[in-house]
């Protein structure tokens, strides 16, 4: 995977391996937090800002601290959501890494007033600063950093999303997320995160 050709990438860099031009600077050294309590999921009812917020939330907070066991919380078995938010935090246990999320901003929510359904389409508006990928809690490699860098995910501006949430025992969770303009995976909710 990705990550995996990054960390190994990394270790040479810190290794010696790489060059030392001005493209190969370390980037600043940053500790790592401690892990943060999960955030309370708020997805009954039918406010949709307050749901679409709060399962974003703690999306970032297991980007964070992955466990891909916990991707249905927010994303439901079955769904291109799930699937793919499975993927990556696979991807971030694996290669030891999380992500320093930044916080996602919601500025608009509209879908129907009353589900009649087990299933539902609201439109959002989300967006995001960059989020740098590191290696959780690495200090052996270099003594001075407590955090290795790997990547950084882009920043998502301002994007209207078209979310498909379905209900199974009174609980919304995504299954597709949309970007109205064309997204080219067909997926958003990994680069919503």
Same mark, same amino acid.
């Given at each position: 995977m990705r990550l995996t050709v990054l960390l190994a990438v990394a270790v040479a860099t810190l290794g010696g391996c790489a060059g030392t031009g001005a493209s190969t600077r370390p980037r600043?050294?940053? +500790?790592?937090?401690?892990?943060?309590?999960?955030?309370? %999921?708020?997805?009954? /009812? +039918?406010?949709?800002?307050?749901? %679409?917020?709060?399962?974003?939330s703690y999306g970032?907070?297991?980007?964070? #601290?992955?466990?891909p066991a916990l991707a249905a919380v927010i994303a439901a078995p079955g769904c291109a959501s799930h699937d793919d938010f499975t993927d990556e935090l696979d991807s971030l246990v694996a290669t030891d890494a999380m992500v320093r999320t930044s916080p996602a901003v919601?500025? +608009?929510?509209? /879908?129907?007033a009353t589900p009649t359904r087990d299933r539902v389409v609201?439109?959002?508006?989300?967006?995001?600063?960059?989020?740098?990928?590191? %290696?959780k809690g690495n200090t052996?490699? +270099?003594?001075?950093?407590?955090?290795?860098?790997?990547? #950084?995910?882009?920043?998502?501006?301002?994007?209207?999303l078209t979310v498909t949430?379905?209900?199974?025992?009174?609980?919304?969770?995504?299954?597709?997320?949309v970007d109205k303009t064309g997204d080219p995976d067909g997926e958003a909710l990994t680069r919503v995160l």
């Open positions: 600043p050294a940053i +500790s790592s937090p401690a892990p943060a309590p999960a955030p309370v %999921v708020e997805n009954t /009812g +039918s406010a949709w800002p307050t749901i %679409v917020t709060s399962l974003i970032q907070w297991l980007l964070a #601290d992955p466990d919601v500025t +608009s929510v509209s /879908g129907p609201v439109e959002a508006t989300v967006s995001r600063a960059a989020e740098p990928v590191v %290696v052996s490699l +270099s003594p001075s950093a407590k955090t290795i860098w790997l990547e #950084d995910r882009a920043e998502l501006p301002a994007t209207t949430l379905v209900r199974e025992d009174d609980k919304w969770r995504f299954c597709k997320l």
